[in-house]
């Protein structure tokens, strides 16, 4: 009978909650935990938060790796499975956080931003300024089950507006 460590078995696991890509999809990931708002509750140690953010950010880097058949970092793009995307290329990034109660709209985004950090620091996207031209998405449903967040990424047909094109020269 073959033997696997705690931390092995653990990311089978984290592999079976791992959506499947749809047609068109460059990145579809789980990032397991509870989502929770930065800011209502204690607002202890400004430590306290960066050690939070951190860890979602570090989660959902692994998810990123754990949830692409082939992932890869290069000066001129990422290779996502057999996709070979540039990070200025515009996405549409879908966050979908499954909660345990119901959050406002502002209140998701500030939970969910260490997760759009992972990304940038996974080079899937290069910024999240909204000049950048990438679209973020942010949904929600209670699912007190199986908390966490869901992302998903796809190119973008059009442009966003204001965002910033390169001058001519």
Request: aromatic share 4%; charged share 30%.
């Amino acid at each position: 009978m073959p033997t696997i460590t705690k931390e092995q078995a653990a990311a089978l696991g984290r592999k079976a909650q791992q959506p499947k890509r749809e047609a068109g999809e460059l990145l579809a990931v789980f990032v397991p935990g509870p989502v929770k708002n930065p800011l209502n509750g204690s607002h202890g140690h400004w430590t306290k938060r960066a050690r939070w953010a951190k860890g979602w950010r570090d989660k959902t880097s692994q998810a990123v790796l754990e949830g692409v058949p082939l992932y890869r970092c290069s000066t001129n793009g990422l290779v996502l499975g057999d996709v070979r995307v540039i990070p200025e290329t515009p996405k549409r990034v879908v966050f979908l956080a499954r909660t345990h109660n119901r959050m406002d709209d502002d209140n998701l985004r500030a939970a969910l931003k260490p997760c759009r950090d992972g990304l940038r620091d996974m080079r899937v996207i290069h910024d999240d300024d909204p000049r950048s031209g990438h679209e973020f998405v942010y949904t929600q449903t209670i699912d007190r089950a199986h908390r966490g967040v869901e992302i998903r990424v796809t190119l973008r047909d059009t442009p966003v507006e204001g965002a910033q094109e390169t001058p001519h020269v």
